[in-house]
C-alpha cells in the first residue's frame, strides 16, 4: 500500500457507524480521495512497495487495476492523452493491450463506470485473488458500460516509462478519485467535456 492510500484508509473511519450501508461508506471514501489534493502521481509510483512495482503484465492481468507513466508513440497527432494512466487491462497482445483509463471520465460518470464493473467481480475476498471479468464483448453487451467508450485505449508496453503499480481491490475506491491524471494537449475540464458528450 502507498502512503497517500494508507492514509486516506485510516482516516476515513466509518461515519455513523454500523448503521451505514457498505454502498454509503464507498460514497464516502469515494469523496475523501477526490478531496485530496496536490497529489504527485510519480511519487505515488515511486512510493509503490517491491510487491506491488510489476515490470509487466499478462492474460493474467486482465481485469486488475494498475497505475504507470506513459508516453504515447503518437503523441504527436493525439489531440491530448495522460501521462499516469489508471486501467483495468480488457485484451492482452503480447506488445500492448487495451485497457480502461478511468482518468477521461468526471468522477461522478467514474463512479458510475466503477458501480457497473462490479458487478462483473470474479470474487467478493477484495484480496489479490480478486479481479474483474473483462472484455471488450462483455462491455458492449450492456447499456450499464456504456461510460467506458471514452476511457478505452491502446498501450504499447514499449513506451511505458515506469513500472506498473499494482492497486489492491481495497484501494480501487480511492485511487479512482485521486487527481493523478496529467492530461497533456488539453485541460481536464476539456476532456471531461469531451467524454461526457461521447456518452450521451
Known sequence: MTKIFQE???NSQKPGGDSVTPKQAIDWL???????????????????TAFKRLTGLSDNS????????????????????????LVFPVEYYGDSFLGINLHYLPPMLRA????????????????KTTQLVLSYNILKSASKFKYFE????????????????????????IAMMLPTERFVGASKSQVFKDSTSMVR
Open 150 to 173: 471514452p476511457c478505452l485505449k491502446k498501450y504499447l508496453f514499449s513506451h511505458v516509462k515506469s513500472p506498473f503499480v499494482y492497486i489492491a481491490p481495497n484501494e480501487w475506491n
Open 112 to 127: 458510475k463506470l466503477m458501480d457497473a464493473l462490479y458487478s462483473t467481480l470474479n470474487n467478493k475476498k477484495y484480496n
Open 30 to 48: 469515494r469523496q475523501q480521495a477526490l478531496q485530496t489534493k496536490n497529489v504527485d502521481p510519480q511519487s505515488v509510483i515511486d512510493d509503490a
Open 62 to 85: 486482465i481485469g486488475k487495476m494498475y497505475m504507470f507513466s506513459y508516453d504515447p508513440k503518437h503523441k504527436d497527432v493525439l489531440p491530448y492523452y495522460d501521462n499516469y494512466p
Open 8 to 10: 486516506i484508509l485510516q
